[in-house]
């Protein structure tokens, strides 16, 4: 059990109340891993007041409820912030009002929460660091609890593409220890109803793609409509553009009305994205990022930028290969 964990387990048991937080929009990955740890925390500690907070997300129900917490209520609190580098995009709560503040994020390192944070840039996904700290504080997974965490490794991974041998030694373990049934898991993921398939057809159809090998598309409300899907579903395929030989880097902007921002998924499969993303209110990881960004007109600045590092990473290809 390394240091981090051994911190963790022992902040766990210590407090009362504990409040699991993720960041603002979020995925499979966010979702799946804070409901994941709460259940498990309550399973170790029945009597413990444990709560996975945030703006619930129609689509990812079936990973169980999200709770309803007035802070001010709350006596000496405990707040996880789970899959969120930075302090502007944690959803749901002020950490000024908590006792005390941990942080276990996969994402590299950008704003310091609290005297505790377990942060590996190196992890597949948060989920899989949930479930590398129950395996090692010795902490039960329900079937439930398992196949949350499965989804969620098998979600921000692009189904193990983004992975390292310890990812997979760890879903073995996982998988083992629970006796998971993976061929369970997959539909809950990628099982779509036709509408947004014919959706994807449209993206691939309509979508811009420069010299230097970048894809972009803004999906209006009016497309939207018509297929019949929410403004997070270009999320939700994103990373199925993934493989096509004259696409280096794609970007999806979709407006939320709600939040009154434009919503940019970026994916890469070669230029480092997260740099860029962070100048235009975003960040993520080098090949897999996202920006919310309120100008319409900026939109195509992130876009201009974007252009460039596919440019230049050509470029340095080229070089390589002389």
Known sequence: MNSKIRAIAKRIKEYHTIVIARHVGPDPDAVASQIAFRDAIKLRYPSKEVYAVGAPVNRYKSYGALDKVDENKLIDPLLFVLDCPNIARIDGVDIKKYKEVVKIDHHPFEDKMGDLEWVDDKASST???ITEFLISARY????SIAEN???GVIADSDRFLLSTAKTLELMAVLIKNSKLDISEVYPRLYLRPLNEVKFQSYITENLKVTPNGFASLKIDKKVIEKYKVDAGTASNLVNNFNHIEEILCWALVSYDEKLKIHKVNIRSRGPVINEVASKH???GHPRA????IKNAKDIDKLFKD???ACREYKKKQKEKSQ
């Open 281 to 283: 209110n975003g960040g």
């Open 149 to 151: 965490l499965y989804l």
């Open 140 to 143: 039960k997974a329900t079937k």
């Open 289 to 292: 990022s996202g920006a919310r």
């Open 127 to 129: 989920c899989e660091m």
């Open 306 to 308: 974007l252009d460039v």
